[in-house]
């Protein structure tokens, strides 16, 4: 039998509720969101159950175990991207991480600047930069990926210049599944000067991440695509781009001093979170993170690359199918879209679905991507842990018979 490490892949897949209550389900949908396994549901019960309390405010046992935690996770998160804890703030998500990015960084945009955003971007990523150049008077201008679908390199290259403030991207695709040479980007980009913010929602399932290699001044990623829960994500920014940045999210919890007149910020990373966060969601995290660390990143890595690989396979196996994606397992990740002639990518994702194989199609958030390749969207299969060879068989079986059922 097929093994991660120690773990069995049925051990593994039993690991997720969802998979014990829904047996016959090939959840092929990682990319959107991935399944949470038991232990991350137990910790955020435990956190509700027994010491349920707001952070850094009260003095009695159950507020000061609910900061202990809290804080103790805010350091298993910055030991997993090899950062200071200083560095590492709570959010809801990717995208309000980009979102709180764009607006701390617009009064550092003038009239006929640029900001450099890939092809590959999520509309979280690109929406909030396109923005703040429209709105400060600069230029947004895009990267554009190659024929094998990797970023240009020689390309990027090229545009960068004094006028480049500020360089967004994604470290693997969501559509294309394509892993981007971020250490290199960054590099370049540090050169003239350029800000680089990394959004790594769709690596840090997948790959190890180190914010140390990279070099980026920022990096973003969700919990939801970690195995965590929803409405929790990670703002990491380089330490002095930390301090020398003002809060735009104001309310309680983020500052040392208010009087009638002036106001005094915390130090990062507690001045960029405001309000009461999700205590619950930030506990799942450190034990989504336990549970990646626990199965190994040799394991992980070399189980999803056998996988991804079947089902390039298989995709290919078929007449005609294309893949929207590199061809080969060189940087890229299990996330393959492809195009079914005659199919609809909708209508396939419906007729799979009816057989318990879920997909995703459409444009994914990615629509100046999809768009400019195939104007109907993409169908779109990602893979997590929990998938396994017989998920990858019951897709290809499922696309054999949906063709059949609409030819």
């Not at 069995?8 to 949470?36: C, G, H, V």
């Not at 038991?38 to 955020?44: D, G, K, N, R």
């Not at 550092?108 to 979280?124: A, K």
């Not at 396109?130 to 008077?137: C, D, N, S, T, V």
Request: proline share 5%; net charge negative.
């Amino acid at each position: 039998m097929e093994t991660l490490g120690s773990r069995t892949l049925d051990s593994i897949k039993s690991d997720f509720p969802i998979f014990r209550n829904r047996p016959y389900l090939a959840y092929l949908d990682a990319a959107a969101t991935s399944q949470i396994p038991s232990m991350v549901l137990e910790s955020m019960v435990d956190f509700e159950v027994n010491f349920r309390a707001n952070v850094h405010r009260g003095l009695y046992p159950e507020a000061e175990l609910a900061t202990q935690a809290y804080e103790s996770a805010r350091t298993q998160v910055a030991k997993f991207i090899e950062a200071e804890p200083s560095t590492v703030s709570f959010t809801s998500g990717s995208t309000s991480s980009l979102q709180m990015l764009a607006e701390l960084l617009a009064n550092r945009l003038s009239p006929g600047d640029n900001i450099l955003v890939s092809s590959m971007e999520h509309h979280s990523a690109l929406l909030p930069f396109r923005r703040i150049a429209a709105e400060r008077g600069a230029m947004l201008t895009t990267i554009p990926h190659d024929a094998d679908y990797r970023l240009d390199l020689p390309t990027f290259k090229l545009m960068l210049n004094s006028r480049v403030k500020i360089v967004v991207i994604t470290a693997a695709s969501n559509v294309l599944g394509t892993v981007n040479p971020i250490t290199e980007i960054v590099a370049e980009a540090h050169k003239h000067g350029a800000i680089v913010i990394v959004d790594a929602a769709q690596y840090v399932a997948h790959l190890p991440l180190s914010v140390k290699e990279w070099g980026a001044d920022a990096v973003v990623f969700s919990a939801h695509k970690m195995y965590g829960p929803f409405g929790v994500g990670v703002l990491y920014l380089q330490s002095s781009l930390g301090q020398s940045l003002t809060p735009t999210a104001l309310g309680g919890g983020m500052m040392t001093e208010v009087t009638s007149s002036i106001t005094t910020f915390a130090e990062a990373p507690w001045k960029f979170e405001s309000g009461t966060p999700n205590i619950a969601g930030v506990i799942g995290l450190a034990a989504a993170i336990h549970y990646l660390t626990a199965l190994g990143w040799p394991n992980i890595v070399q189980r999803e690359e056998e996988l991804a690989r079947l089902a390039l396979v298989g995709l290919l196996s078929l007449n005609d199918i294309k893949i929207i994606g590199p061809l080969t397992m060189h940087d890229r990740l299990g996330v393959i879209s492809f195009t079914v002639p005659g199919l609809h990518p909708h209508d396939l994702a419906t007729l799979l679905g009816e057989q318990n194989v879920a997909i995703r199609a459409g444009h994914h958030c990615a629509m100046p991507l999809t768009s400019s390749i195939v104007a109907s969207g993409v169908a779109r299969a990602s893979l997590g842990l929990y998938t396994t060879e017989e998920d990858i068989a019951r897709l290809i079986q499922g696309i054999k018979a949906a063709r059949a059922k609409l030819s």
